[in-house]
């Protein structure tokens, strides 16, 4: 079956870098579009960054644009570069993935994985 796992959540201080991974088995990774969510502590799970099945067309939120990046690659893996962190990205990554959405909304993703932490510290 599809599963998905994040890994490379951590602590680290406001204004650093921070990578976090997901790795894909159990689906043709190329036929999937890819996506970042996070969920902050008593907030709802909000969109973060997306990807098309073609590795084109990668899609962000206004609160990351220009500081995350989204990518993926051959090895079923999709990563997501976080640069300039500040304390309000503090939450839990989620991947997920879908055959034929890339969107914000959460509930038409079909996948994701158990979430990895990040902590950013001011």
């Known amino acids: 079956q599809v599963q998905l796992a994040e890994s490379g959540g951590g602590l680290v201080q406001a204004g650093g870098s921070l990578r976090v991974s997901c790795a894909a088995s159990g689906m043709s990774f190329s036929n999937y579009a890819m996506a970042w969510f996070r969920q902050a502590l008593g907030k709802e799970r909000e969109f973060v960054a997306a990807?098309?099945?073609?590795?084109?067309?990668p899609d962000y939120a206004d609160s990351v644009k220009g500081r995350f990046t989204i990518s993926r690659d051959s090895a079923n893996m999709v990563y997501l570069q976080m640069d300039s962190l500040k304390p309000e990205d503090t939450a839990v990554y989620y991947c997920?993935?879908?055959?034929?959405?890339?969107?914000?909304?959460?509930?038409?993703?079909?996948?994701w994985g158990q979430g990895t932490q990040v902590t950013v510290s001011s």
């Open positions: 997920a993935a879908d055959r034929t959405y890339w969107g914000h909304l959460n509930l038409y993703y079909d996948y």
């Open positions: 990807i098309s099945s073609g590795a084109g067309n």
